[in-house]
Structure formats: structure tokens, C-alpha cells
């Protein structure tokens, strides 16, 4: 962490929503907490982008297009935490969960509809008035926790093949000096490991 001056503030950043990778895909966004920076915010800065539990982030400028948008929670991990410019938040409302949103975001992200609506330059950016008139469909607010709980159902069996993936990868180091192992491995791996596919909200 760095120390700025009287008002620093741990924030959180673009480079701190990260994805987990299933196969060729990239998904559910996850906060990266091991190197938050502090940034100076006055008061009135901090009444602004001091996070609350169930905040969802999105990455609002980035160099690769296709990662415009990526979604994550906040859950409160570091207390008085702020996040910086370069996100997007939403916050749930009276007629949308904030579970049933970021569900919703996942969908758009991975289907790249974040992407069509970003501005493009050197560096492309998801504006915050671009986003605030995308239309989304949202279901009565007494059905969304139903959809929140089925789509996690469908959901768990992609982050189980994920963790597999991850402790194939970490075993796999293992067996970089051990060639008919590794070969073995891979073998059994293109065999017994496929990503399951995302299943999207509405198609």
C-alpha cells in the first residue's frame, strides 16, 4: 500500500476485478485485494465512491474492448474502501437485487453486448451515460431471488470444473521435469475436463 496524504483512502482499481478462467473463457469477476493502493479522497470525494456491501463494479475503461464491463460485488472485504474512476458502480434498487443484477451483468458481459456500446480509442471506455440507457429485462422483484438460486444451481458445476482446472494447472508444473507424466496428464485432461457452458439469463 502506498500513503498519500491526510485523506488516504484504500480504493479499489480496474486492475482489481479479475476473472476466473474455465477453458477458453473468461468469467465471473472476483476481487484481487493483495495489492490495494491508497489514493487521497476529501470528504465530499468520499461520500461519492465509498463502497458499500452488495455494490457491484464494472470495469470502465480498459485496453482490451472485450473486457468493458466485467462485473464484480463488493462484500465489505476492507472497511472505508473506495473505488476509483476507472469503475462503474450500481446498486440495487427497489425494483432489482443486486444479486439478480450482477447475475444479469455476467450474461452481458459474456456476451460481449459491453463491448458494442463502449467508446473506442486508444482506450476504451463503457461511459456511465452509455450504461445508464442500456435496457435490461428485469422480472418481478418477488421471482428474482428464484432466478438468483437456479442460476447459481447451474453455475456450480462450472466452478467445480474451474478449481479442477486450477489444481490441474498447479500439478502440472510439477510434472514439467516428468515428460511421460506430462504427457499422461494431458492426455487424461483432453479426455476428462470440459468447461461447462455459461448458461445465460434470458436467450
Known amino acids: 500500500m502506498s500513503s498519500w496524504g491526510g485523506n488516504a483512502r484504500l480504493s479499489i482499481r480496474l486492475v482489481s476485478i479479475l476473472g476466473r478462467t474455465c477453458g477458453w473463457q473468461t468469467s465471473d469477476g472476483y476481487f484481487d485485494l493483495k495489492d490495494v493502493l491508497e489514493m487521497d479522497f ?3 470525494d468520499y ?10 463494479l464494472l470495469a470502465e475503461g480498459h485496453a482490451d474492448v472485450n473486457q468493458l464491463g466485467r462485473p464484480a460485488m463488493w462484500l465489505g472485504q476492507i472497511e472505508k474502501c473506495c473505488f476509483q ?4 458502480r450500481f446498486q440495487g434498487g427497489p425494483r432489482i437485487l443486486p444479486e439478480f443484477a ?6 452481458e458481459f459474456q456476451r460481449g453486448r459491453f463491448a ?3 467508446q473506442f480509442t486508444s482506450i476504451s471506455h463503457l461511459s456511465a451515460g452509455r450504461f445508464s440507457e442500456m435496457i435490461i429485462p428485469v422480472p418481478p422483484l418477488d ?5 438468483v438460486e437456479k442460476i447459481g444451481r447451474l453455475q456450480r458445476p462450472r ?3 474451474g478449481e479442477q482446472a486450477r489444481q490441474f494447472v498447479n500439478a502440472f508444473g510439477d510434472a514439467d521435469r516428468q515428460p511421460d507424466l506430462r504427457e499422461q496428464r494431458v ?3 483432453s479426455q476428462n475436463h470440459r468447461c461447462a457452458q455459461d448458461h445465460d439469463l434470458y436467450r
Do not use: C, M, W
Open 42 to 44: 476529501d470528504d465530499a
Open 47 to 56: 461520500a461519492t465512491y465509498s463502497l458499500q456491501p452488495k455494490d457491484i
Open 85 to 88: 474512476n476507472t469503475l462503474l
Open 102 to 107: 450482477l447475475q444479469l451483468f455476467h450474461s
Open 116 to 118: 458494442t456500446i463502449g
Open 143 to 147: 421471482e428474482q431471488p428464484e432466478l
Open 159 to 161: 466452478v467445480a470444473l
Open 187 to 189: 492426455r487424461n485432461a
